[in-house]
Structure formats: C-alpha cells, structure tokens
Nanobody
Framework: QVLLVESGGGLVQPGGSLRLSCVAS????????MAWFRQGPGKELEFVAG????????FYADSVKGRFTISRDNAKKTVYLQVNSLKPEDTAVYYC?????????????????WGQGTQVTVSS
C-alpha cells in the first residue's frame, strides 16, 4: 500500500516560515518525481513546486518563486517544502504527490499517488 504522509503545517503570521515534510512508503521513492500542490479556501487545486527523481530539476509556480524551496532525501523517502515569507494568500491545504508518468508538472492527472494534506494558515 502506497502512503504519502504530510506534516509540518500550522498557523503562522505573515512573513513567517514553515517546513513541510512528506514521507513516502510502499513505493520505490527514488524513481518518482515529487511535487507539492495546494488548495486554498474556495479555490481549485494548484501546483506549487516539483522536483525530479534525483533532485536535479526543480520547478516552481510563479506565485512562490523565491519564497518556497523544494528538496528531497531519497534515503529517507521524504520530500520537503520550505516555505518562507508567507502571505495570507498562501493559506491552503498542502498536498504532496508522486509521479512516474510526469509530462507536465502542473497537471494533477500526471500524478499516481497523493497524500492527505497538511493545513497551512497564514494570519495575524
């Protein structure tokens, strides 16, 4: 059984930071491209950041470039999202996703497996 378990979300003030983690099990993690998506209140699911199987390529949504950093540790089967300079509009449930058939980072249909999400709330 494949499981992706996110953690690290919480309530943070504008300008603050968090480090989100996603631990994978039940799959050969090092063969998967990984990504983070988010869904804000009343909004559609949107792509945030992606990383290739060996970390050699990283891709970000324009809205988070320069503020968010995706990384991975294949030995720990974990992908991270460092989120800095948070804004109220970053409030969302953040999901990690895994893909062996990636064609477009932003296309949620290209991902085989999804986690349950972790809530990030940015508010003063």
């Amino acid at each position: 059984q494949v499981l992706l378990v996110e953690s690290g979300g919480g309530l943070v003030q504008p300008g603050g930071s968090l480090r989100l983690s996603c631990v994978a099990s039940g799959l050969t993690f090092s063969t998967y491209a990984m990504a983070w998506f988010r869904q804000g209140p009343g909004k559609e699911l949107e792509f945030v950041a992606g990383i290739s199987w060996n970390g050699g390529r990283r891709f970000y949504a324009d809205s988070v470039k320069g503020r968010f950093t995706i990384s991975r540790d294949n030995a720990k089967k974990t992908v991270y999202l460092q989120v800095n300079s948070l804004k109220p509009e970053d409030t969302a449930v953040y999901y990690c996703a895994a893909s062996t058939r990636l064609q477009r980072w932003e296309d949620q249909r290209d991902y085989n497996h999804w986690g349950q999400g972790t809530q990030v709330t940015v508010s003063s």
